[in-house]
């Protein structure tokens, strides 16, 4: 079946343009690294793996609905709500986890939440692109 005649389908894509990529790059590594952050805060050695991971999930997600008005005002709704709130979940989590294991250094915090942050944005754009490969 051929979807490409759809009204409105061109519209429902990932922005393309440099600043929107750019500014999806941007907000989606500072909201990796401020999740991480917070979820190390957080969570200590005492606490278990798994509540770590809950903690850190949930503090990156409240964390998150704070930080994405700020970027969803300069980059757009769509284009950063999903890939920046995945974000703050994934690297909540993941650092809710190292957290408590042992406290993370402060190098590891910022480049492993940016680095989630980079990845997250490109599984974003990956999905996005194959679900519109698949619809033409």
């Not at 990796?32 to 917070?38: E, F, N, R, S």
């Not at 703050?88 to 408590?100: C, D, I, L, N, R």
């Not at 294991?101 to 910022?110: N, T």
Request: glycine letters at 14%; hydrophobic letters at 55%.
């Amino acid at each position: 079946m051929d979807y490409s005649d759809l009204p409105g389908r061109e519209e429902h894509q990932l922005e393309r343009r440099i600043y929107f990529v750019a500014g999806d790059a941007l907000s989606n590594c500072v909201m990796g690294m401020a999740a991480a952050w917070l979820a190390a805060a957080l969570v200590d050695p005492s606490w278990s793996m798994p509540s770590g991971m809950f903690a850190g999930m949930f503090a990156g997600m409240g964390l998150g609905l704070l930080l994405v008005p700020v970027f969803v005002g300069l980059f757009g709704a769509m284009e950063v709500m999903l890939p920046v709130m995945l974000t703050a979940m994934v690297s909540g989590m993941v650092f809710g986890m190292a957290g408590a294991m042992q406290a993370p250094s402060a190098p590891a915090l910022l480049l492993g939440g940016g680095a989630i942050g980079l990845l997250m944005m490109l599984l974003t754009y990956a999905v996005d692109a194959r679900l519109h490969g698949k619809a033409r």
